[in-house]
């Protein structure tokens, strides 16, 4: 039973466009919502987190809302770039972290 | 990758042989993790560490065991490799675990295992 939904698998998104990935779960008991980051060959590393107490959290052209009563969470990329492209972990944490299956995204010039 | 190296990057063995990888890291952080990355099912906790000789399972522990004998080393054996554990293994530090600053992981590059 996955404990993170994400969804979509894969995004192509057009340079300049927004890229949004979402992210559900069922466990009111998680506590911080990260956002992690992988190019080919590399580990993830941390782009955006959030707190269950904060409705929005922008860090240039990455945001994060997030919508407790719903459960969700999503990640949005505005102006999106080539350089953009990877693929994007949501994840949710209560003592240990557990990631959504990944969202691979192509950002075509 | 932050003061994080795994070895072997890249092996490929036979099932029913033994294989260990390891995690060496040069920041003294308290917490380390063993996660195996699969198409279709992002990152599983397969074991992780809060101090020395302190291991506990995550979510995808059969088949595997861990052991760390020195802050810095954290290392991953599978006793009998199976097909179905090829599979791409990250190795990831934090300094801790509650609600804090220092809850972030960090991930080293990776170990791509290949089972035959």
């Known amino acids: 039973q996955q404990q993170v939904k994400q969804s979509p698998q894969s995004l192509i998104v057009q340079k300049g466009g927004i890229s949004i990935i979402n992210c559900a779960y069922e466990?009111?008991?998680?506590?911080?919502f990260p956002w992690y980051q992988q190019f080919p060959g590399k580990g993830p590393a941390l782009l955006i987190a959030?707190?269950?107490?904060?409705s929005e959290k922008k860090e240039g052209r990455f945001t994060i809302s997030f919508n407790k009563s719903a459960k969700q969470f999503s990640l949005h990329i505005m102006d999106s770039q080539p350089g953009d492209s990877a693929t994007y972990f949501c994840?949710?944490?209560?003592?240990?972290?557990?990631f959504g299956s990944g969202t691979k995204l192509n950002v075509k010039p | 990758d932050a003061g994080i190296t795994q070895s072997p990057r890249h092996k490929v063995t036979e099932t029913g042989t033994p294989v260990t990888l390891r995690c060496h890291q040069t920041?003294?952080?308290?917490?380390m993790y063993w996660y195996r990355q699969d198409p279709g099912h992002g990152l599983r906790l397969i074991h992780y560490?809060?101090?020395?000789?302190?291991?506990d399972k995550g979510e995808v522990s059969d088949g595997y065991s861990v052991s760390r004998s020195k802050t810095e080393d954290f290392l991953l054996t599978l006793e009998s490799a199976t097909s179905s554990q090829t599979s791409v293994y990250f190795c990831?530090?934090?300094?801790?675990?509650?609600?804090?600053?220092?809850?972030?992981?960090?991930f080293g590059a990776g170990s791509r295992l290949t089972v035959l």
């Open positions: 990831a530090i934090s300094l801790g675990q509650g609600l804090s600053g220092a809850n972030v992981l960090t």
């Open positions: 466990n009111t008991a998680f506590d911080y």
């Open positions: 959030i707190r269950p107490d904060v």
């Open positions: 994840a949710a944490r209560v003592n240990k972290f557990y």
């Open positions: 920041e003294n952080h308290r917490y």
């Open positions: 560490s809060y101090g020395v000789k302190d291991t």
